[in-house]
């Protein structure tokens, strides 16, 4: 990797330079990075010739079955200013580092059979085109002739190519790191070796909680919504209707429509609900499901293909209308409850262990667990845009005022909030911040074991770095000197 972490000053520098890397991944779009398919090899001879090492028609470099062309560097660079990224500190020889990863990563998950969903990728694709017409303006054709393509499809199918690549490369360090942890004894020596002037400061933290009530939705009109979906069911075993087609006309999940309702499960990562995954992973392929219930609503999942451990799924969502007298007996009920909080007749935790309609947060007294720590504390200079709009006015301990929210579907629901345990912030402390240097000390030691990776697996693969790209200062030995 580019930098070895030494003390949490270097890890903040190297985390700008991993988000700078990470929109790489992204917005690296449609640049001209090809495989080299076994079957069409002859026809890159006229492109790459090795036995002389000579820089042919802007190649910068070969890494194993990948090249990467001076393009690419260029590209990279305009579309990371186009979107925004900050290139402080980012030098071009850096980027054409991290393409260099890159490839290494993509080219060794292909000799490890990595497999990645095809259908997740092109679903992917749909998206960054719509993003690419939606920011830029253009029409399709406009897009194609911009980046000099022939047609739609071949644009979509190099797009398919290079995003392929990124997922292979992102998958292939995921399988590099999976198995590592630390102990309290590593945390413990990671921290002694951070000398104190140069250890970090941590924000003001706070807890968070609410009690939150959703209205009922009355039995009636659930079975409308089962006895719905049994019947797009039944269209579509008995009738031979598409799946995705009615996904696309009836589903609530709105966000999940470009993709025609496709998610990929993995037996080893939990994605989605618990009552989702169980559904899905007791499914053959091309069977359909009963309609379920989750906290979204009611569902039907299709199972389309298993590889292996992973399970590509279309689901259609419908979710039960709600009357309005159920909406204001919500309300109604947050309000009785803050009022008693207020009076002093029951505290907040009992409260939200009495009432609150959350699960994940009643049992803990209405807490909120940080998705980062997996602890109450949240940092207030990192926490979510949207939360910290609804608590920066409140002073500690205070209830607020009743909170209407909708959901991505469309969903009320009301709440009320508090924080409390504020600490100011404050230089790292090995006891009150040992979750947080636990995870540094994580991110260090995984860097380690990729550094070692990549060292060991530069030796053992075919790279060719080209021309002036080979004045360039590495932190790997791409150059096997």
């Known amino acids: 990797m580019p930098l070895n972490i030494k003390n949490l000053k270097s890890i903040t520098k190297l985390n700008q330079y991993i988000l700078i890397c ?13 495989i080299i398919e076994d079957e069409v090899a002859e026809v890159k001879t006229d492109t790459i010739d090795r036995s002389n090492s000579r820089k042919i028609d802007g190649v910068a470099a070969v890494v194993g079955d990948y090249i990467i062309l001076d393009s690419d560097i260029d590209n ?3 579309q990371l200013k ?13 980027l054409f580092g991290k393409l260099l990863e890159d490839k290494l990563y993509a080219h060794h998950a292909i000799q490890d059979s990595v497999v990645v969903s095809d259908a997740e990728i092109r679903s992917s694709v749909d998206y960054q085109l719509q993003q690419f017409l939606a920011q830029s303006g253009k029409t399709m054709e406009e897009l194609i002739a911009f980046y000099k393509k022939e047609d739609e499809k071949s644009f979509r199918e190099e797009m398919f190519q290079i995003n392929k690549s990124n997922k292979l490369a992102s998958e292939m360090q995921k ?7 630390v102990t309290p004894e590593e945390v413990r020596q990671f921290f002694n070796k951070i000398p104190e002037d140069e250890r970090p400061t941590f924000g003001t933290e706070l807890k968070v909680s609410q009690i939150v009530v959703e209205p009922e939705v009355s039995e009636e009109n659930k079975q409308k919504v089962i006895d719905r979906l049994n019947q797009f069911r039944t269209d579509v075993i008995d009738n031979g209707a598409s799946f995705r087609s009615k996904v696309v006309l009836y589903t609530d999940d709105k966000a999940s429509i470009s993709s025609g309702g496709l998610y990929t499960l993995n037996r080893k990562k939990p994605m989605m609900v618990k009552e989702f995954r169980e559904v899905a992973f007791t499914l053959q392929e091309g069977e359909i499901s009963e309609p379920f219930a989750t906290d979204y609503g009611y569902h039907i999942i299709y199972l389309e293909k298993i590889r292996g451990q992973e399970y590509d799924v279309r689901h259609i969502l419908l979710i039960p209308e709600v009357s309005q007298s159920a909406i204001t007996a919500a309300k109604e009920k947050i309000e009785n409850i803050r009022e008693r909080i207020v009076a002093g007749d029951i505290s907040f935790e009992d409260a939200a262990r009495e009432s609150s309609d959350e699960k994940e947060t009643s049992s803990e007294g209405g807490y909120l667990i940080n998705p980062e720590t997996q602890d109450y504390n949240f940092e207030l200079t990192k926490i979510d845009p949207e939360l910290y709009g609804q608590i920066q006015d409140l002073k500690e301990d205070e209830i607020s005022l009743v909170i209407t929210e909708r959901d991505r579907t469309g969903s009320v629901k009301f709440k009320i909030m508090k924080v409390s345990d504020r600490v100011d912030e404050h230089v790292a402390d090995f006891s009150r911040d040992y979750l947080k240097i636990k ?7 995984r860097f380690e074991a990729i550094e070692k990776w ?9 790279i060719k770095v080209n021309g002036e790209h080979r004045d360039c200062e590495f932190s790997s030995n ?3 000197n």
């Open 454 to 462: 990549q060292d060991k697996k530069i030796l053992e693969t075919y």
């Open 82 to 94: 186009a979107q925004g990224a900050s290139m402080e500190g980012v030098t071009r020889c850096q």
């Open 22 to 34: 990470l929109t790489i991944l992204v917005t690296q779009g449609v640049s001209a990075q090809i």
């Open 478 to 480: 791409w150059l096997k």
């Open 76 to 78: 990279t660079i305009l």
């Open 439 to 445: 995870d540094l000390a994580l991110i260090e030691k």
């Open 175 to 181: 399988k590099i790191i999976e198995d590592i942890e």
